[in-house]
């Protein structure tokens, strides 16, 4: 079946989600691992991501993981009023599936969150689109 993953953002600067802690919780009850890429070296990400099958992360370049990965589902978090499509694109050429979710809160042009919060149940309900 292959890994599924969550790509956590709460040890950079830029872009946290307020309500991560929470996110993690429920996607470890699914099944999910909770990663830092940043902590991994080039080698031990590409291991690692390419038996991974679901990754779940917030906008970041943490989501470049998944050309590593043998057509994985992503489900992208995206922030407001972000506009930046790079990872819907790659997803486009190598993803089985994309899902994307616009995060409440806003992202001024500096990408320093104000109060970036994901709506759970819109993570689980993509999540069960793609996986039936």
């Not at 830029?14 to 999910?32: M, S, Y």
């Amino acid at each position: 079946q292959g890994k599924r993953v969550y790509i956590s953002r709460d040890r950079v600067k830029r872009r946290q989600i307020v309500n991560e802690l929470d996110v993690c919780r429920d996607l470890q009850t699914r099944g999910f691992e909770i990663v830092h890429p940043e902590e991994m070296t080039f080698t031990e990400q590409v291991h690692y991501f390419r038996s991974a099958k679901t990754i779940v992360a917030p906008h970041g370049g943490g989501l470049t993981n998944m050309v590593w990965a043998e057509r994985p589902r992503v489900i992208e978090l995206m922030p407001q009023p972000y506009n930046n499509p790079c990872y819907w694109l790659a997803s486009s050429a190598i993803a089985e599936q994309y899902g994307m979710i616009v995060l409440d809160g806003f992202c001024d042009h500096s990408a320093m969150a104000k109060n970036l919060r994901v709506d759970i149940d819109k993570i689980n309900h993509v999540l069960e689109q793609m996986e039936t």
